[in-house]
């Protein structure tokens, strides 16, 4: 059973930091690459970040660059989302999700995503 587990939201000040952390298992970690999501009430969703653990390479829209940081453990399964400087903007459900590696990574994040996780909450305060 292909599982993909968000954890580590919260609430937090502007200014702060949070980890999420996404535990993957079911499929096979290597071929795919890991995104994280986010969607704020009366938005749409919108892909912040991805990483292609096969080949390093990473993603992060421009709302979250230079203070958001992806990282994978392989040995874990897992990938992680370091966000510093948090804003008020960030407050969001949280999701991380699997495509299949070997394409461009925004083509695969926009269009081929085929797990997603549950959500965990990020709310940052003012």
């Known amino acids: 059973e292909v599982q993909l587990q968000a954890s580590g939201g919260g609430l937090v000040q502007a200014g702060g930091s949070l980890r999420l952390s996404c535990a993957a298992s079911?499929?096979?970690?290597?071929?795919?690459?890991i995104g994280w999501f986010r969607q704020a009430p009366g938005k749409e969703r919108e892909g912040i970040s991805c990483i292609s653990s096969s080949v390093g390479s990473t993603y992060y829209a421009d709302s979250v660059k230079g203070r958001f940081t992806i990282s994978s453990d392989n040995a874990k399964n897992t990938v992680y989302l370091q966000m510093n400087s948090l804003k008020p903007e960030d407050t969001a459900v949280y999701y991380c999700?699997?495509?299949?590696?070997?394409?461009?990574?925004?083509?695969?994040?926009?269009?081929?995503?085929?797990?997603w996780g549950k959500g965990t909450q990020v709310t940052v305060s003012s």
């Open positions: 079911g499929f096979t970690f290597d071929d795919y690459v």
């Open positions: 999700a699997a495509g299949p590696d070997g394409y461009p990574i925004i083509a695969t994040m926009t269009y081929g995503m085929h797990y």
